[in-house]
Each structure stands twice: as structure tokens, then as C-alpha cells.
């Protein structure tokens, strides 16, 4: 996969990065967004100006992250670190809200690349919970993964988070939810996940949000917090020669 094809399947924000490269930043998209970026938010456009590169994958509105999706998300890493030349001493770090949040959690636990950490907002963690959670779901779910030979209990065990936990990489994580979420329910996903992700050994940081509901503007804070946590994994900037 050269750069015009990189491009043509995923958003790279090279021409927003500050400097050398000083970590590559998979951020995943939310359920049913399938639109193209130009540029990149607040948070992408400070990563960038610290040397972070952005990669979003279009692995389709509807993946839940299956198996092409999977394959797809380590093709272009892969194709990205040849691409602009990085060693594998420059980190990995994945992050994402709501679907995207449970897109990074479970490529996480897949991933074929060595991560540095990663970042969910207002993640899914149960899909065969959320499968019901509401009415809009069901069909997306069903895309995802039709055509699939196994029964649906094995592939919701297989896609959710909260059953992958004892494979999942001993990285720092970072999981941000809301306690007046309407959409992911935080005492079904996020307070599971973190649960058992932390009676697993894994490091998580869980940041609990009293009246924050879904994709509402996070506060300060808590918004400064998800900058920093990623900001902090990118490798120090090298400091010119004299």
C-alpha cells in the first residue's frame, strides 16, 4: 500500500505534524460516521503540533471492528510506519469515542503492532448487551457480521471487549465515561470493563463523569486529561544539534 492508496482509504494529517514524527495516533470513528476529514479537531491539530501523526481508518460505518476491519487497521500501520519511514521505536497509540472507543479497545487486543496505549471514550464494551440497548443497533450489528459462519453468541464473545480482556496488551489505558449516558450505558460497559481489566493486572485509569451523557462536550478537565494522556505517550522531540 503506497501513500496515494493510504490516502485514498484513511485520513493522514502529515501535513498538520510539527517537526519529526514522534508517534502515530489511530483515532476511530463512531457508528455510522462515514464521512471524509480535511482537517483535523482541536486535539489532532495539538498532537500534530507535538510531532503526532493522526491516521482515522474508513474500515466502513457499521465494522464493529470484525475481522476485515482488523486486517484492513494492520495493513495500513503497517503501510504507514514503511511509508514515512518509522522504526518501531516510534509508538503506537490508539484512541476513539462511543463505537470508536470500543474500536480501539478491541483492536487493541488484536493488533499485530507492539501499542504504547490506548484511549476509549464512552466506550462499548459488551456488544451482545448493546446488540438490545437500542433499536437502531441491531441492523448495524447484523451487517458487521453476516456471513459469518459461527453462532452470534461465540462472534459477541469474539467483538467485545469486556470477554478479550485476558489478551488484551499490559499498556496504559486511558477510559473516559459519563454517568447520564443514555446511548452506552456506563455501569453495563465501562465500569465492567474497567472492572475486569483491572482484576486481570492491566493498568487503566478510569475517569468518571457525574452528569456527562453521550458525545456531550466533556469538561474541562476531563478534555485537557484525553490531550495529555496521548500527548504524553509520543517520544520527546530531539533536540537540534548545536
Not at 131 to 144: G, K, M, Q
Request: aromatic share 10%; charged share 20%.
Amino acid at each position: 500500500m503506497n501513500k496515494e492508496t493510504m490516502k485514498a482509504v484513511a485520513w493522514i494529517g502529515d501535513k498538520f505534524v510539527v517537526g519529526p514524527i514522534t508517534g502515530v495516533i489511530v483515532t476511530f470513528h463512531g457508528l455510522g460516521d462515514p464521512g471524509l476529514k480535511s482537517v483535523p479537531t482541536y486535539e489532532e491539530n495539538e498532537w500534530a503540533s507535538a510531532g503526532g501523526l493522526v491516521v482515522m481508518p474508513y474500515p466502513g460505518p457499521w465494522s464493529w471492528m470484525n475481522r476485515n476491519a482488523r486486517a484492513f487497521v494492520d495493513e495500513l500501520i503497517g503501510a504507514v510506519y514503511a511509508n514515512y519511514g518509522l522504526s518501531a521505536s516510534v509508538p503506537l497509540i490508539l484512541t476513539g469515542g462511543s463505537m470508536g472507543g470500543f474500536c480501539s479497545l478491541l483492536y487493541a487486543r488484536y493488533s499485530k503492532h507492539p501499542l504504547k496505549a490506548c484511549q476509549a471514550l464512552y466506550p462499548v464494551c459488551d456488544l451482545k448487551h448493546h446488540f438490545s440497548e437500542r433499536p437502531d443497533l441491531p441492523r448495524t450489528i447484523h451487517n458487521a457480521f453476516y456471513g459469518y459462519k459461527e453462532e452470534m453468541d461465540s462472534l459477541f464473545r469474539e467483538h467485545s471487549p469486556v470477554d478479550q480482556v485476558p489478551g488484551m496488551p499490559r499498556i496504559p489505558y486511558l477510559i473516559v465515561h459519563g454517568d447520564a449516558d443514555l446511548a452506552v450505558n456506563k455501569a453495563a460497559h465501562s465500569d465492567r470493563m474497567v472492572r475486569a481489566m483491572r482484576e486481570n493486572g492491566l493498568t487503566v485509569e478510569y475517569v468518571e463523569v457525574p452528569g456527562m451523557g453521550h458525545h456531550a462536550p466533556l469538561f474541562f478537565n476531563v478534555y485537557r486529561r484525553t490531550i495529555d494522556f496521548v500527548k504524553g505517550m509520543l517520544n520527546s522531540p530531539k533536540s537540534p544539534s548545536p
